[in-house]
């Protein structure tokens, strides 16, 4: 017999710690963490195992696939969109064959154990581009089809994993004899920049506002590499995990698309350092604009609309601009310093 699981892959990462945490707060007990790297002792108590392993390694995947019946595959691991750019060919090694090369395997889990396997895949706003400041201001807010358009390697990763997620779902070997669609049940939410009070984000792009905060909060001065006047949605981690987790839950019935727009509140990285000086008066950012990475974050959307998710599977944000600092940021950021 196959021990049960459910897989989470990029288990060390911000997004990984977090959904560990909080299924282990709902009991799961069989949580298969997969990383590069050996887990972190903050989620090693979590976890029933922790493989150090690379996603792209198929024997390992297949030794997995020989010893656990999974039932859901939380995909996380990925190269962000800064670190991507310096290197788009293992990122789309790493970012597209390790999706394809979890996908197969929920294929295969779905076949041996007669029912779908549940797929949770991170995608960003990184799948829309403009390719002017003025194009994003003219459209302030996308629908998940408007201005799919790419400008990064990581962006057009994203995208392009979505439509594989959506064709494992409904049209994989649909030339075979024995076509069964629906092997796979995947469901992809489009995280805005994630904010954590407890991890910093490495190799992204959204990164100076999570930056901005936790350098405030160790009274460190801080260079933001973008314009003060730049916006893009953001989110808590708290709410990113909780939107992960009503999606999967979701009845799939009620689902009318694989792929959703969430948001939460998108103020400009000037409205973040006005908000910092109402904790820390003494807060110092500077702006030392890095051109390269300002006109990644300007082919991003200044907000994205989310209704779809908030009608189908009841999405609705916990945290706001104000709330996020007042309640979970700046408590749970000092706390996580030891102030
Ligand atoms: N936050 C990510 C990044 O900056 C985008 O999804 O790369």
């Known amino acids: 017999m196959r021990k049960r699981a459910i897989l989470i892959t990029g288990a060390n990462g911000e997004i990984g710690h977090g959904l560990i945490s909080s299924l282990h707060q709902k009991h799961e007990q069989n949580i298969i963490a997969l990383d590069l790297q050996p887990m972190d002792s903050k989620i090693t108590g979590y976890i029933k195992e922790g493989i150090v392993g690379n996603i792209l390694d198929k024997n390992l995947l297949e030794q997995i696939n020989g010893e656990y019946a999974i039932s859901e595959i939380y995909h996380l691991a990925a190269l962000l969109s800064t670190r991507a750019e310096f290197s788009p060919q293992v990122a ?54 408007e201005h799919c358009d790419p400008q990064t390697m990581y962006g057009c990763n994203k995208l392009y994993c979505e439509k594989l997620g959506i064709y494992y779902s409904h049209h994989y070997q649909r030339l075979a004899a024995e076509f069964t669609p629906g092997l796979v049940d995947f469901r992809s939410i489009r995280f805005p920049g994630l904010i954590s009070a407890s991890t910093i984000p490495t190799g992204g792009t959204s990164d100076y506002a999570p930056e901005m905060i936790h350098a405030a909060v160790q009274g460190k001065p801080y260079a933001c590499f973008v314009r003060p006047d730049t916006i893009i949605p953001f989110m808590t981690m708290p709410d990113a995990i909780k939107s ?85 940021l700046i408590p749970k950021i000092k706390l996580h310093y030891g102030q």
């Open 244 to 328: 992960i987790l009503n999606l999967m839950n979701a009845d799939k019935q009620k689902l009318s698309r694989l792929v959703y727009n969430i948001t939460a509140f998108h103020p400009t990285a000037e409205e973040f350092f006005d908000k910092i000086l109402n904790y820390f008066s003494n807060a110092e950012v500077s702006y030392v604009i890095n051109k390269k990475r300002q006109a990644i974050v300007d082919s991003w959307p200044a907000e994205v609309d989310d209704s779809i998710a908030r009608a189908d599977w009841g999405w609705k944000p916990e945290y706001d601009f104000q709330s996020a600092f007042e309640t979970y």
């Open 92 to 145: 789309h090694e790493v970012n597209v064959g390790g999706t394809i090369n979890l996908l197969e395997l929920a294929v295969k889990q779905s076949r041996s154990q007669g029912q779908a396997v549940k797929y949770f895949f991170p995608s960003s706003i990184a799948v829309y581009g403009f390719t002017s400041l003025n194009e994003k201001i003219l459209n302030p807010i996308l629908k998940e089809d």
